[in-house]
């Protein structure tokens, strides 16, 4: 067989087998290359293959390797190794480690990558994520394998420059494309077949609904609201300049930035879970000081079936949280709207099991911080940041 016809009948075996890798598998370009081994892959979805050593393999041995570079693709086992800053040293510890978790996912009877690494041969179980494989395995120390910069992101000597403006390889927007694709096919393969392998389902789960980290998403809203109220986005139209008389008819900014007026209307009712309350509102206490608003000069509601009067104190932890029965927190935002000066931003701090107004307060830019992992929807009128228990950190190397 020619090298083109072996590899067009392995690359056709793995698209049957896995009919979910497909798009991924046919964006696989390989190239002919006597300085490998036998197969290796880089980051722009090129896999180099040495014809001599590989040309009387059968065709699903060589259709795993092409599953197997397009599993360290799509799992992103390169940027997973940079994050670690991983050594050259510690390379063939990492591919194996990175190898166990992609041969988890092999469906029975296929078989493995030459050399690759299984789970048990480090000491550990099947289903854990490649880091785990790697700070928890023992070392295999008989068998050397390196798949290339595909799967550590170190350059090897027969790695081809990256491509220029898509052609050669693959670009990173087309990567995500290629990813994206994989996890929805995977997931629709699953829903249709129920035959998608548990660690592949996961990484598809993981990358189509990312965990945002709510520390993340509640300062970027904090940071942005902070800065429209004081005009560091725009100059304010507030206050009238006083060189308008003098300039012309036209309205000038005002330069001078107002400090914004901040609320928080703080759900005391029996349901909220404590720990992660005293989580956003620290989080909440340092957002604001970092963006130049003391907790002090802050008005606090605390708020179950009605608002008691605003607190003003020096930290978040200093409230006092009075309350503890049902829940109506449209008091409490009623209270805080009409407090003059009337608040520019206003945070309701909350588990959600609360009625809310139904049209937005006139003048008050209001976030709903949700507290807990499931919380009921919101009007859509709020903008709304859920703060849960932290996503593991596996999951989000799994999103990689
Ligand atoms: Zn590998």
């Not at 060589?62 to 390379?91: K, N, T």
């Not at 330069?255 to 309350?277: G, I, Q």
């Not at 976030?367 to 703060?387: K, N």
Request: a negative charge; one cysteine or more; proline letters at 8%.
């Amino acid at each position: 067989m020619s090298p083109e016809d072996q590899i067009s009948a392995a690359r056709l075996w793995a698209a049957y087998s896995y009919p979910y890798l497909a798009s991924a598998l046919f964006a696989l370009r390989v190239i002919p290359d006597n300085k490998v081994n036998q197969i290796a892959g880089d980051e722009y979805f090129r896999v180099y293959m040495n014809h001599d050593s590989t040309h009387d393999w059968p065709v699903d041995a060589l259709g795993v390797e092409m599953i197997h570079q397009v599993g360290h693709l799509l799992r992103g086992h390169a940027p997973r190794a940079r994050e670690i800053e991983l050594r050259e040293s510690d390379l063939f510890r990492w591919v194996d480690a990175m190898d166990a978790e992609l041969n988890d996912d092999l469906l029975e009877g296929h078989p493995l990558p030459k050399g690759s690494a299984l789970p048990h041969e480090l000491g550990l179980p099947e289903s854990l994520l490649g880091e785990e494989y790697f700070f928890m395995g023992t070392i295999r120390s008989e068998t050397q394998r390196d798949c290339g910069s595909s799967a550590h992101g170190n350059p090897r000597p027969w790695d081809e420059p990256p491509p220029k403006q898509g052609k050669d390889g693959v670009s990173a927007e087309e990567k995500e494309l290629i990813r994206q694709r994989v996890a929805s096919d995977a997931l629709a393969h699953h829903r249709n077949h129920g035959s998608t392998p548990a660690g592949m389902l996961r990484w598809a789960n993981s990358l189509l609904t990312p965990q945002v980290d709510w520390r993340t998403e509640l300062g970027a809203k904090l940071r942005r609201g902070i800065a429209e109220i004081t005009g560091a986005v725009d100059y304010s139209y507030r206050r009238p300049n006083r060189r308008q008389s003098f300039a012309s008819k036209v309205i000038l900014p005002n330069l001078r930035a107002p400090a914004p007026e901040v609320s928080v209307v703080l759900d005391t009712s029996a349901s909220m879970n404590e720990e992660l309350l005293a989580d956003a509102l620290s989080e909440i206490d340092g957002l604001l000081s970092t963006g130049g608003i003391r907790f002090e000069s802050v008005r606090v509601f605390t708020c179950d079936s009605e608002a008691g009067s605003p607190q003003k104190v020096r930290k978040a932890s200093d409230i006092q949280l009075i309350g503890g029965g049902g829940t109506d927190l449209s008091q409490g935002i009623l209270a805080a709207v009409q407090t003059r000066p009337s608040p520019d931003l206003l945070l309701v701090v909350t588990d959600g099991g609360t009625h809310w107004p139904e049209s937005p307060p006139s003048r008050t830019r209001t976030v709903a911080v949700l507290v807990g992992e499931d919380p009921p929807s919101t009007p859509d009128w709020l903008e709304r940041i859920v703060v849960r228990e932290p996503a593991s950190r596996n999951r989000d190397w799994a999103a990689k």
